[in-house]
């Protein structure tokens, strides 16, 4: 059993969730804080639509966007010397995109449950906006923000139909633990996917009590 999808997979899901996080945050931060509830439906369903579009349907419009022969594409080969399309790269924005709408959801449903009297006591004090976001908003959410971290980061690894598309299955470089099952099935060899099959059970498994964990303090913090 070769190592490196293993190895890939992993990098590739830390990258992305790096990413999903940071952007998750501000993006349901903004969402939260919109004025108008049409136009909060209306970003929020874009939002949201990833998670409800078969992988493959993302993997093609990220084809559109980062193919050679598209515009943004080209600019980045041309001007940059960059080709992000079968690359490893590649894999970490299909897990990002993908992975995407569970943290932003996670993040967003933790920030509307902190208690709004406490937002305007700060405000009442004097304090800024954002710190009142990193000194209340922040520590009350916690719980709910990471544990859509911890599911996003699982999401991630398990990502196989946009990666397929943008990022190809490419041994030794885009080739993740999904991609890898699916060869080795392929192949025939069933002996070396099960072992596939098994680390990613055991991370799923891991990824569920983590969930657990982080949904009891969230509760906690509620009562």
Same mark, same amino acid.
């Given at each position: 059993?070769?190592?490196?999808?293993?190895?890939?997979?992993?990098?590739?899901?830390?990258?992305?969730?790096?990413?999903?996080?940071?952007?998750?945050?501000?993006?349901?931060?903004?969402?939260?804080?919109?004025?108008?509830?049409?136009?909060?439906?209306?970003?929020?369903?874009?939002?949201?639509?990833? +998670?409800?579009?078969?992988?493959?349907?993302?993997?093609?419009?990220?084809?559109?966007? /980062?193919?050679?022969?598209?515009?943004?594409?080209?600019?980045?080969?041309?001007?940059?010397?960059?080709?992000?399309?079968?690359?490893?790269?590649?894999?970490?924005?299909?897990?990002?995109?993908?992975?995407?709408?569970?943290?932003?959801?996670?993040?967003?449903?933790?920030?509307?449950?902190?208690?709004?009297?406490?937002?305007?006591?700060?405000?009442?004090?004097?304090?800024?906006?954002?710190?009142?976001?990193?000194?209340?908003?922040?520590?009350?959410?916690?719980?709910?923000?990471?544990?859509?971290?911890? +599911?996003?980061?699982?999401?991630?690894?398990?990502?196989?139909?946009?990666?397929?598309?943008?990022?190809?299955?490419?041994?030794?470089?885009?080739?993740?633990?999904?991609?890898?099952?699916?060869?080795?099935?392929?192949?025939?060899?069933?002996?070396?996917?099960?072992?596939?099959?098994?680390?990613?059970?055991?991370?799923? /498994?891991?990824?569920?009590?983590?969930?657990?964990? /982080?949904?009891?303090?969230?509760?906690?913090?509620?009562?």
């Amino acid at each position: 059993m070769e190592l490196s999808p293993i190895i890939i997979s992993l990098k590739t899901a830390a990258a992305a969730i790096i990413l999903t996080f940071m952007l998750g945050l501000f993006v349901a931060r903004f969402v939260v804080n919109m004025k108008s509830e049409k136009a909060k439906m209306v970003v929020d369903g874009i939002m949201t639509l990833p +998670l409800v579009l078969p992988p493959t349907v993302m993997g093609f419009l990220l084809l559109i966007v /980062f193919g050679v022969n598209k515009p943004f594409g080209r600019f980045l080969l041309e001007v940059l010397g960059v080709r992000i399309v079968f690359s490893w790269t590649a894999t970490v924005i299909a897990a990002v995109a993908i992975s995407f709408p569970l943290m932003y959801r996670s993040a967003r449903g933790a920030f509307e449950q902190v208690d709004k009297n406490l937002l305007m006591a700060g405000r009442t004090l004097g304090m800024s906006e954002g710190r009142i976001f990193w000194r209340i908003t922040m520590p009350l959410a916690l719980p709910g923000v990471v544990a859509g971290g911890v +599911l996003s980061f699982a999401r991630g690894l398990g990502e196989f139909g946009a990666t397929a598309m943008v990022a190809g299955n490419i041994a030794n470089k885009t080739r993740t633990l999904p991609l890898a099952i699916y060869s080795e099935v392929a192949a025939g060899n069933m002996d070396i996917a099960f072992y596939y099959v098994l680390v990613i059970l055991v991370i799923s /498994f891991l990824v569920v009590v983590l969930m657990n964990y /982080f949904s009891q303090k969230e509760r906690k913090y509620l009562r």
